[in-house]
Nanobody, 115 residues
């Protein structure tokens, strides 16, 4: 079973940057396409970006050109570099497989963009 722990969130001003990490316990990490998701208060969880085993990526229109997903299979870790952050990026960010069936969701990491 894949277990996931997100970290790296925080409070940042508009226009700032953050780098999130997703640490996966379990050597099977490398066989999955993975993704980042976020859930803002009062809204449903949404897909932000995904990265396939081979490295190909997909981004939601709202983050294209600002966010970059990457993965290091040797370290069982996935990253999300977020630049030019906007207040509407405020949410709890989660990592999981790129598509169902999902593994158990972690606690997520809070990202707050505010001046």
């Amino acid at each position: 079973q894949l277990q996931l722990v997100e970290s790296g969130g925080g409070l940042v001003q508009p226009g700032g940057s953050l780098r999130l990490s997703c640490a996966a316990a379990g050597s099977i990490f490398r066989v999955f396409d993975m993704g980042w998701y976020r859930q803002a208060p009062g809204k449903q969880r949404e897909m932000v970006t995904t990265v396939a085993r081979g490295g190909s990526t997909v981004y939601a229109d709202s983050v294209k050109g600002r966010f970059t997903i990457s993965r290091d299979n040797a370290k069982n870790t996935m990253y999300l570099q977020m630049n030019l952050l906007k207040p509407e990026d405020t949410a709890v960010y989660y990592c999981n497989k790129a598509r169902a069936p999902f593994v158990s969701w972690g606690q997520g990491t809070q990202v707050t963009v505010s001046s």
